[in-house]
């Protein structure tokens, strides 16, 4: 992504100083400040804490975190493995990074297993990299069809998004963003609708100062319009990302995104899922019953975080006290209501045929 006009990713890894260097998103968009991961504890942290969030990024993550864990500790393999996978339940990516260490990894000598772990890590960084860009190519055919369709092609077509699943949820480009830029890169006028994305607000915080840093128009809404734009002829085109999808075609992605399926279903009005094939979880044959979905901190609900008149960050109350909180982070959206499936390997139909047709990322290690 461009950020003040240089080029920065998500995470990265530092050759010449053997650090691992993170965007840190809690800070933004009010301030732009990166981190230093040098420890499994860190990654751990900056995992469970949201500083890094996104499923494709918590995989390459999990991934530098079990290099940082085996260079101090090559015999502490079980355990890194253990502490990165219970920090984010839902998004299957965790999962799938770790599962490709621990392949990559036997039968080889402990004094050998730090050095494999750092060239898995940042072979899954690049390959991040080019899947999100092929996901975006592959997304531009639908948003120009869509745009030439239109009636006035004066206007320009308006994309309604929740979250965020641009640059800052993966390495780079993002996964539904990363459609919105390539699109706008081919000349298709846009304006994305964006969701404020409660609680975290991923949506103002995040979405809003991605689209602004790379000068795409945008509109930044209550999480509650998004269905009285449907009605009013406003949203040409719902596109997300997915945080874990079932091999029939359901949906996981941040809570709220169902909502946004229904209204769109019920204004004929298209709902793509942008996602890498790593998102796919090959074993789960039923979304709603079998994904398990992540219950964070009350705190998030009960408080939000904001800038003052003095530019100082703070968290202010805005429930009472004692009031009895609950925060799932994440929803199912059925397959029924998703019209299509935006991967590396092309546009897919949300169903189980549909999905069979698409070849796991390295087929074995997320099964």
Same mark, same amino acid.
């Given at each position: #992504?461009?950020?003040?006009?240089?080029?920065?990713q998500?995470?990265?890894?530092?050759?010449?100083?053997?650090?691992?260097?993170?965007?840190?998103?809690?800070?933004?968009?009010?301030?732009?400040?990166t981190l230093?991961?040098?420890?499994?504890?860190?990654?751990?942290?900056?995992?469970? +804490?949201?500083?890094?969030?996104?499923? *494709?990024?918590?995989?390459?993550?999990?991934?530098?975190?079990?290099?940082?864990?085996?260079?101090?500790? %090559?015999?502490?393999?079980?355990?890194?493995?253990? &502490?990165?996978?219970?920090? &984010?339940?839902?998004?299957? $990516?965790?999962?799938w990074?770790?599962?490709r260490?621990?392949?990559?990894?036997?039968g080889?000598?402990?004094?050998?297993?730090? +050095?494999a772990?750092?060239?898995?890590a940042?072979? #899954?960084?690049?390959?991040?990299? @080019?899947t999100?860009?092929a996901?975006?190519?592959?997304?531009v055919?639908?948003? &120009?069809?869509?745009?030439?369709?239109?009636?006035?092609?004066d206007?320009?077509? /308006?994309?309604?998004?929740?979250? /965020?699943?641009?640059?800052?949820?993966?390495v780079?480009?993002?996964?539904?963003l990363?459609?919105?830029?390539?699109a706008?890169?081919?000349?298709?006028?846009?304006?994305?609708?964006?969701?404020?994305?409660?609680?975290?607000n991923? !949506?103002?915080?995040?979405?809003?100062?991605?689209?602004g840093?790379?000068?795409?128009?945008?509109?930044?809404?209550?999480? $509650? @319009?998004?269905?009285?734009?449907m009605?009013?002829?406003?949203?040409d085109?719902c596109?997300?990302?997915?945080?874990r999808?079932?091999? $029939?075609?359901?949906?996981? /992605?941040k809570?709220g995104?169902?909502?946004?399926?229904?209204?769109? /279903?019920?204004?004929?009005? %298209?709902?793509?899922?942008?996602?890498?094939?790593?998102?796919?979880?090959?074993?789960?044959?039923?979304?709603?019953?079998?994904? %398990?979905?992540?219950?964070?901190?009350?705190?998030?609900?009960s408080?939000?975080?904001?800038?003052?008149?003095?530019?100082?960050? &703070?968290?202010?109350?805005?429930a009472?006290?004692?009031?009895a909180?609950? $925060?799932y982070?994440?929803?199912?959206? *059925?397959?029924?209501?998703?019209?299509?499936?935006?991967?590396?390997q !092309?546009?897919? =139909?949300?169903?189980?045929?549909?999905? =069979?047709?698409?070849?796991?990322?390295?087929?074995?290690?997320?099964?």
């Open positions: #992504m461009i950020i003040d006009g240089q080029h920065y998500s995470i990265c890894y530092d050759e010449a100083k053997d650090e691992v260097h993170i965007i840190d998103q809690t800070r933004l968009p009010h301030r732009f400040e230093t991961l040098n420890s499994l504890d860190q990654v751990c942290h900056a995992i469970a +804490a949201m500083q890094l969030r996104g499923a *494709p990024l918590i995989g390459v993550a999990a991934a530098y975190g079990m290099y940082l864990a085996l260079k101090t500790d %090559p015999t502490q393999q079980a355990q890194a493995h253990a &502490r990165l996978l219970a920090t &984010r339940p839902t998004a299957v $990516n965790l999962q990074a770790l599962s260490v621990t392949a990559a990894l036997q080889i000598s402990s004094e050998q297993k730090a +050095a772990a750092l060239q898995l940042r072979q #899954m960084e690049a390959e991040d990299i @080019a999100c860009a996901i975006g190519a592959a997304g055919s639908v948003l &120009r069809d869509l745009w030439q369709a239109k009636a006035n092609q206007l320009p077509l /308006n994309v309604l998004t929740h979250c /965020n699943a641009g640059a800052l949820a993966t780079d480009w993002g996964t539904a990363a459609v919105v830029y390539k706008a890169a081919a000349g298709i006028p846009l304006h994305v609708w964006v969701d404020e994305t409660r609680p975290r991923q !949506g103002a915080a995040l979405t809003c100062w991605e689209l840093q790379q000068g795409i128009a945008y509109t930044l809404i209550v999480d $509650n @319009a998004g269905g009285h734009l009605q009013q002829g406003q949203v085109v596109i997300v990302g997915s945080d999808t079932a091999s $029939n075609g359901d949906v996981c /992605n809570i995104t169902y909502l946004k399926a229904l209204a769109a /279903n019920d204004n004929n009005i %298209p709902f793509y899922v942008a996602l890498p094939v790593s998102t796919i979880d090959f074993a789960i044959v039923d979304g709603l019953s079998q994904i %398990p979905i992540e219950e964070r901190e009350a705190q998030e609900v408080h939000l975080q904001g800038i003052d008149a003095t530019g100082e960050l &703070r968290s202010v109350r805005i009472p006290e004692d009031a909180l609950s $925060n982070g994440f929803d199912v959206t *059925p397959a029924r209501l998703v019209t299509g499936l935006i991967t590396e !092309g546009v897919v =139909a949300a169903t189980a045929a549909g999905i =069979a047709s698409l070849k796991p990322a390295h087929q074995g290690s997320s099964e």
